[in-house]
Every structure is written in structure tokens, then in C-alpha cells.
């Protein structure tokens, strides 16, 4: 089975623009959505709140609902949209998702959890894959945590990422779920070995290429979130150590492009700080990076018809390479 590195889902952090960002920089890295919750897809504006660039490509729509109808419609979308993947979640602890019934509550209810993927599997052709924890509040063993995958695998399901922390539902907020739960690697590895008929792809606290190498040993994938958004640059790392490419571009070259498409996305009424806002990591650990990074806070509000100042704005990235040279 091929070996895999992909992009996490994160809220208010890997829309549309991000995504097209981060695919200048990377072509074999997957990309995930944000999480969509089952009644925005099916009663919003659903070009708004899935719609995506080709380029994007392969993507994947993450989704959060317990209700088997919703999923199933939201599948069935997701494949007539291009989708290449539907992702359900299981893992978000935060408050809001636990009143709306997903997330990593679900944790607690495997047969729910099987039937939503069965239906989903039902309704489309496109893998139906899930992300979950290794448990939740007081629970994190392994045999509970092999016997809920068990069942949501003979639903139908053969992919699994799975986030090597438990989750505290009540406590914790979700940033806090993020950094105080204790990794539990062994476990994730351990659920491989168990199964290895499933793609496992494991996830959390992932920063670096010799990490990124030591789990591809024991696991199908890799899933990276918040070091990609903070560096998105470290994708030309994994391009070459990862997928032993010797040709990837510059930020220059992703600079070049990125305005290209902020161009036309201010036509069509974006707002530039909605596409600016990913790029501020773009020249991080570089000399200069604090410059650029303070210039895109005090600019990046412009009018959505001021193209002039975002055109500055993306002058400012394509010459700071300049910049570090004189340590400005």
C-alpha cells in the first residue's frame, strides 16, 4: 500500500484559499476540508461552503453529523462535487460539536457510528474513511478502541486516521485537547498491527521529517496540521525526503502564483485578508520573516476593491528574498 502524508483538517484554517496555497507548494500531499457539519451542506450555500478549484485536487470533504440520512446525502454530494474522499469526524471534542451529537462523543456510540457509515458507503462510490481519538475522558485502552474500529470497519470503512491523543469532552477546550491529552503512539501502532488490512494513518504532534519517517515504518500515512499552517513551506521537505522529488518551487514561484489568484479572486469579491492570512508562515524561520509578517498584519485589511495594495502586498513576499540577503 502506498504511503501517504496529508494536510489535517482544520477549522477556520484550511479553506479554499488555504488549500490552493498549500497545492502550489505541494502536488502529493492530500488536503482535507474543513469539518462541514451535515445541515450546512445540505441547507447552505453549497458553492460557498464546498466548493473548491480543481487544482485543489486530490481533496477530501470532511464532514461532522450523527443523523444516517444527512451523511448519506452529504456523501452522494461530496461524489457529484469531485470530492476524492468523504471523512467523517470523530474527534473534535470542542462543545459546540458535542451538543450538535458529532465529533469525538461518538466515540461512545460505536453502533450509531457503524450505521452513518454504512449509509454513507450505501450512498457513494468514493472511500468513506473516519477520524477519531484513541478514546475519550477516562477511556483509552486498547481493546475498546480496536473493538470501535472493528465495528465501524465491518460498516464498511478501511481507512482510519487516527489522532494519538484521547479526547477530554468536559475540561478542556479544544486547543487544550490539542497539547495536554498525552501522545500515545504505541496504541495507533499496535491497532496497524492488529489490522493490517487497514490504512492507518496516524496523527498528532508531528513536526518533523525524521518523526514523519519513524511512523511511516509502523503505519500506512502520516497526517500533519498545525506545523504545515504555521510553516507551510516545510511541504517542499516532504516533497523531497518523502516523495524523493529534487524539483519544487521557490516562494518566489508560489508568491507568483498566489497572485495570480488573489487577482482574480478580489474580482470576484474576496477579500484579501481571506487569502493573505495563510500566507503569513510562508517565510518562516527565514531572516526578515518578522518584517513580512508585521507588514501582512498592519495591510492585509484592504477594501476588497483596493487590488493596488494587495498588488503590494504580494510585491513585499516576491522580494523578500532580497530582504533576508540584507538582513533587513
Known amino acids: 500500500m502506498k504511503k501517504s502524508v496529508s494536510v489535517a483538517p482544520m477549522m477556520d484554517c484550511t479553506d479554499r484559499h488555504d488549500r490552493f496555497f498549500l497545492r502550489l507548494i505541494s502536488k502529493n500531499v492530500k488536503l482535507y476540508s474543513e469539518m462541514v457539519a451535515t445541515k450546512s451542506a445540505l441547507h447552505g450555500d453549497r ?31 461530496a461524489e457529484d462535487m469531485g470530492y476524492d474522499e468523504i471523512n467523517i469526524n470523530l474527534g473534535c471534542p470542542s462543545k459546540k460539536v458535542q451538543k450538535n451529537k458529532f465529533g469525538a ?17 450505501n450512498a457513494c462510490k468514493i472511500p468513506v474513511t473516519a477520524k477519531t481519538r484513541i478514546g475519550f475522558d477516562d477511556v483509552e485502552n486498547f481493546e475498546y478502541l480496536n473493538n470501535f474500529i472493528f465495528k465501524i470497519k465491518k460498516a464498511g470503512c478501511k481507512n482510519f486516521i487516527i489522532h494519538a491523543r484521547k479526547a477530554m469532552l468536559s475540561g478542556l477546550s479544544p486547543k487544550q485537547n490539542l497539547n495536554i491529552p498525552k501522545l500515545n503512539y504505541a496504541m495507533v501502532y499496535k491497532i496497524k498491527k492488529e489490522n493490517p488490512e487497514l490504512n492507518i494513518i496516524i496523527n498528532g504532534g508531528i513536526s518533523e521529517i525524521p518523526q514523519i519517517k519513524k511512523h511511516l515504518e509502523k503505519c500506512d500515512g502520516v497526517m500533519i496540521g498545525r506545523a504545515i499552517y504555521q510553516n507551510p513551506y516545510f511541504l517542499v521537505d516532504i516533497e523531497r525526503e518523502i516523495f524523493d522529488l529534487q524539483i519544487f518551487p521557490t516562494r518566489e514561484e508560489v508568491a507568483e502564483k498566489l497572485l495570480l489568484y488573489l487577482e482574480k ?27 513580512w509578517k508585521r507588514y501582512l498584519s498592519d495591510n492585509m485589511m484592504a477594501r476588497d476593491s483596493d487590488f493596488k495594495k494587495a498588488k503590494h502586498i504580494m510585491t513585499i513576499i516576491q522580494n523578500n528574498e532580497k530582504a533576508n540577503q540584507t538582513n533587513l
Open 265 to 291: 479572486e478580489v474580482k470576484l469579491g474576496t477579500k484579501v485578508n481571506h487569502i493573505m492570512r495563510h500566507a503569513v508562515g510562508l517565510y518562516h524561520g527565514q531572516i526578515g520573516s518578522k518584517k
Open 47 to 77: 458553492k460557498k461552503i464546498l466548493g473548491f478549484s480543481p487544482e485543489e485536487k486530490p481533496l477530501a470533504l470532511q464532514v461532522g453529523g450523527s443523523d444516517k440520512k444527512e451523511l448519506s446525502e452529504v456523501a452522494k454530494i
Open 105 to 121: 462523543c461518538l466515540m461512545k456510540e460505536p453502533d450509531l457510528v457503524a450505521e452513518c457509515i454504512n449509509a454513507m458507503n
